[in-house]
């Protein structure tokens, strides 16, 4: 299930019945910064790896009205929470790690203090 992240909306005077033709350009557009879109109802949609985007117009009298929704999918919402949640693990581990290199300097440090002071003769 994606999750939207962001609706856009724009209007667009004096260019509402030729809906059809803004499709065709917006399309074109599109292409030529890399974007293979698809038809969809009354629309474009785009899809890869992590986002989701659905392109609308429609006419509203003279004008047209254009909308777009971007949304992140849901293999890429998965990715990520895999990804926080290695990097959780993986830092707990090194905390642990850590804790316990810690734990053994601090003893030797503290025994060899003791030691090295009930060696000096006052």
């Known amino acids: 299930m994606p999750i939207d992240i962001t609706t856009e909306q724009m209007s667009f005077e004096r260019i509402g019945p030729r809906t059809e ?17 698809r038809r969809t109802n009354g629309g474009l949609s785009f899809s890869d790896f992590f986002n989701e985007v659905h392109a609308n117009a429609y006419a509203e009298g003279e004008n047209l009205r254009y909308t777009f929704r971007i949304s992140m999918t849901t293999m ?41 002071a009930s060696q000096v003769k006052v």
């Open 21 to 37: 033709e803004f499709l065709l350009r917006l399309n074109e557009e599109l292409s030529k910064r890399g974007y293979v879109m």
């Open 76 to 116: 890429c919402v998965i990715a990520l929470i895999v990804g926080v949640l290695l990097a959780f693990i993986l830092g707990i581990i090194g905390f642990f790690i850590w804790y316990l290199k810690y734990d053994s300097v601090k003893k030797a440090f503290t025994a060899s203090g003791e030691i090295a």
